[in-house]
């Protein structure tokens, strides 16, 4: 008798980078099995989402109302919403289903925490390319995850790098 291998998670984190969607087209040429055998992949397109009021100049200066948080908050998740219909729409021109999830934090916590959290068999992260001094100085997202993630993390660079 033949065994049925169960397909594997696979998370994706993404950003509004070009990095990042280059990340998802090469996990989607190079690691997804598409369908919907007990063989195939499961694809989960992750976005970390800043908290409302994290990426403006006077964080930590000014204590914000509560209407100016609300619209902090809707254009975060506006923001999420469009890199996620970005994603997703890559996926959907290669008929592979996805399923999507919004965290909040900063990435690089946050992505880990969600792989750990879901058991994510397989990581995907792009890489900007950073260098030896911002990745010293704990700036590179794609360096701590593939530390601390609870899985095997594949980092993508583009070829042009």
Known sequence: MEEVKIGRKVMVAVDETEESMYALEWALDHLIIPGDSPAS??????????PAGA???LTGHVAFT????DIL???EATNS????TRAKG???????????KVVEG??????????NQMRVDLLVV????????????????????SHNAKCPVVIVKRQDE
């Open 73 to 75: 908050e809707r254009r």
């Open 41 to 50: 992949d499961k694809l989960i397109l992750m976005h970390a989402q800043l």
């Open 126 to 145: 792009g890489s900007r390319s950073h260098g030896a001094i911002k990745r010293a100085f704990g700036r590179s997202v794609s360096d701590y995850c």
């Open 66 to 69: 509560g209407h100016v948080l």
């Open 90 to 100: 890559i996926c959907e021109k290669r008929n592979v289903a996805v399923e999507s």
């Open 106 to 115: 900063e990435a690089k916590y946050a992505i880990c925490e969600a792989v």
């Open 55 to 57: 990426n403006t100049p």
């Open 81 to 84: 919403r469009q890199i996620l």
